[in-house]
């Protein structure tokens, strides 16, 4: 009795993670690895689900992830963005607190994806024209698990999270605390 509880509430739990991936427009790998749907259940739950959604139209992407950490580097407003999806993933449980490449294997779960569905709606209520889709937020997590390019750090003045590039050389300061940028001509 109790172990057909269990997977009752194991398969109704796989069955919402997989609803709030495909409402967050994740790809069909990405729902089956972190639910471990078949792509057959999963492109019937796309159908039926689609059928009855109210909401605006879903996307159902195709082709690779995201595979680039330069994408959370590229600008200021890239990296306030990534740096605020990744606190809120710290704050939710959903990321460790520093790298931990031995849990890459076992990352995509139905508990973290849980944890990082929370995550995720959390920063789209504060950040609703964000630049990071949630299949940038999954590589981001993971690179971030990994921890062998970038890594969680805070700025040296206020200490808001930052992340930075793994092997960078100066102490982080967030743009905020960040002197203006030296004006060519201009002596300081
Ligand atoms: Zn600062």
């Known amino acids: 009795m109790r172990v ?5 509430t194991r398969d109704r739990l796989r069955f919402d993670i997989a609803v709030q991936f495909i409402q967050h427009e994740a790809r069909t790998r990405t729902i089956r690895a972190w639910t471990g749907l078949s792509d057959d259940r999963i492109r019937k739950l796309y159908r039926s689900y689609l059928r009855d959604w109210p909401g605006p139209r879903l996307t159902r992407h195709r082709g690779k992830s995201p595979q680039q950490v330069a994408f959370f580097m590229r600008t200021d407003r890239a990296r306030q963005e990534s ?48 630049m990071i889709s949630f299949e940038h937020a999954v590589f981001l997590l993971t690179a971030l698990v990994r ?38 001509g201009v002596s300081l």
């Open 83 to 130: 740096a605020l999806l990744a606190s809120l993933c710290r704050l939710l449980g959903a990321l460790p607190a520093g790298p931990a490449p031995e849990q890459l294997g076992t990352l995509p779960s139905l508990g973290r994806g849980e944890l990082l569905c929370h995550a995720f709606a959390v920063y789209r209520s504060l950040v609703p024209q964000s």
């Open 147 to 184: 921890g062998d390019e970038l890594v969680l750090s805070a700025c040296r003045e206020c200490s808001a999270v930052l992340i930075i590039d793994r092997w960078s050389l100066r102490a982080p300061c967030c743009s905020v605390c960040a002197p203006p940028a030296r004006q060519p």
């Open 4 to 8: 057909s509880d269990d997977r009752y």
